[in-house]
């Protein structure tokens, strides 16, 4: 069954340390998000792609995240430098189409900045 | 602005009980609404979901309930199981155009 993949699984970092998370979405899915699901929360969107370019990243914190999908496949989400208050489950997940119907997420990678 | 408002934050039913989580929405352009479930270490997955042309959808013990008017939906679970513990979001979108905003959440817990 396909599925979408991410890595790490877990990642514990001390704070203004650079950390980056891995996604390889379902493939032939051209739309990718980035979701940061805070303890307790409902997920939040980060950055949305369509093939390599972004659709949406009006709530990715630029001074220190960036995101990339340079391929058009899969994607990388960066943090530099970490925050205590990025400690969260980052999620992502991938449609056929933008905006339409059912997205499909990864595990997550739960991140714990000290 | 929180876009979608859901309750209860958590609940605990009796197993075989019926469960009922409620979502309100502020936005009339809105027209997809689904439910995820999400497990503990899991990502969420898509339980059910609707549009606003029909008033019920019905999947499996999965129930949503929609009132356009009042701009809110439910899901309801029928003959509940300790299985069905998890949590569960409300979402919606408006489709080609908006990504899906997320409720906050709702932790289920049913108890044999």
């Known amino acids: 069954e396909a599925e979408v993949a991410q890595s790490p699984r877990y990642k514990i970092t001390e704070k203004s340390q650079a950390v980056a998370f891995w996604c390889d979405p379902i493939s032939g899915h051209a739309t990718l998000y980035w979701y940061r699901q805070i303890l307790g929360q409902g997920p939040e969107l980060l950055v949305q792609?369509?093939?390599?370019?972004?659709?949406?990243d009006s709530q990715l914190p630029k001074d220190r995240f960036s995101a990339e999908r340079l391929k058009g496949v899969d994607s990388t989400l960066k943090i530099q430098p970490a925050e205590l208050g990025d400690s969260a489950m980052y999620l992502c997940?991938?449609?056929?189409?933008?905006?339409?119907?059912?997205?499909?997420f990864g595990e997550g990678s739960r991140l714990t900045v000290l | 602005q929180q876009q979608v408002k859901q309750s209860p934050q958590s609940l605990i039913v009796q197993k075989g009980g019926i469960p009922i989580i409620n979502c309100a929405y502020e936005?009339?352009?809105?027209?997809?609404f689904p439910w995820y479930q999400q497990f503990p270490g899991k990502g969420p997955a898509l339980l059910i979901a609707?549009?606003?042309?029909?008033s019920e959808k019905k999947e499996g013990r999965f129930t949503i309930s929609f009132n356009k008017s009042a701009k809110q939906f439910s899901l309801h679970i029928m003959d509940s199981q300790p299985g069905d513990s998890a949590t569960y979001f409300c979402a919606a979108e408006v489709t080609g155009n908006t990504p899906l905003v997320f409720g906050k959440g709702t932790r289920l817990s049913v108890i044999a």
């Open positions: 936005n009339t352009a809105f027209d997809y």
């Open positions: 609707i549009r606003p042309d029909v």
């Open positions: 792609f369509q093939d390599e370019s972004v659709v949406d």
């Open positions: 997940a991938s449609s056929g189409q933008l905006n339409t119907g059912e997205l499909f």
